[in-house]
Nanobody, 118 residues
Framework: QVQLVESGGGLVQPGGSLRLSCAASGFMFTTYRMRWYRQAPGKERELVAG????????NYADDVKGRFTISRDNAKNTVYLQMNILKPEDTAVYYC???????????WGKGTLVTVSS
């Protein structure tokens, strides 16, 4: 069955770094766009970063540009989110999303919590 399993979340001090991973299985990973979303307490889920199926195109939310980097390893069926210069407002549950544009298929992981606090 389809699985997206996030890992790498945790507690980090402001200015620190974390690297999130999302391991995918059960579908043709190389044909899916991959995205990271986040949802902070009391707020709606928002798009953080996206990457095309080949990895050649990336996009970011304005407030993470220059700090976060999305990448993927299609040989490992894994997508990553490198997060640097973390701020308290980055605190959220981060979700991995796989999207197949032609058939409009969406898969979601269960999320990993990132807490930025001193």
């Amino acid at each position: 069955q389809v699985q997206l399993v996030e890992s790498g979340g945790g507690l980090v001090q402001p200015g620190g770094s974390l690297r999130l991973s999302c391991a995918a299985s059960g579908f043709m990973f190389t044909t899916y766009r991959m995205r990271w979303y986040r949802q902070a307490p009391g707020k709606e889920r928002e798009l953080v970063a996206g990457i095309s199926s080949t990895g050649g195109i990336t996009n970011y939310a304005d407030d993470v540009k220059g700090r976060f980097t999305i990448s993927r390893d299609n040989a490992k069926n894994t997508v990553y989110l490198q997060m640097n210069i973390l701020k308290p407002e980055d605190t959220a549950v981060y979700y991995c999303n796989a999207f197949e544009i032609i058939r409009k298929i969406d898969y979601w992981g269960k999320g990993t919590l990132v807490t930025v606090s001193s």
